[in-house]
């Protein structure tokens, strides 16, 4: 079966950064666009970056030039890169494919960025 497993969260002052990691297994990991996703306190889960599978990006405006979405194939590992995390990128990041239709989902990852 499909598993997405995301790992690299944590608590970080602002200006400063992490790397999200999403380890998947069950798919051809090459095939896939992949995407990042956070849901923040109070607010509807939103897309923050994709990854076509031949490494074409997109990101959400309030990310563009902060977060950089990357992939391995030899991994199959989908990363993304936060520098500059502001108050507001605090949320918990989902790594996200779509596999025969259906929409996967790993476990998520808290981001909490304070002082």
């Known amino acids: 079966q499909v598993q997405l497993v995301e790992s690299g969260g944590g608590l970080v002052q602002p200006g400063g950064s992490l790397r999200l990691s999403c380890a998947a297994s069950g798919i051809i990991f090459s095939i896939y666009a992949m995407d990042w996703y956070r849901q923040g306190p109070g607010k509807q889960r939103e897309l923050v970056a994709a990854?076509?599978?031949?490494?074409?990006?997109n990101y959400a405006d309030s990310v563009k030039g902060r977060f950089t979405i990357s992939r391995d194939s030899a991994k199959n590992t989908v990363y993304l890169q936060m520098n500059s995390l502001k108050p507001e990128d605090t949320a918990v990041y989902y790594c996200h494919v779509k596999h025969l239709s259906r929409d996967y989902w790993g476990q998520g990852t808290q981001v909490t960025v304070s002082s």
């Open positions: 990854i076509t599978s031949g490494g074409r990006t």
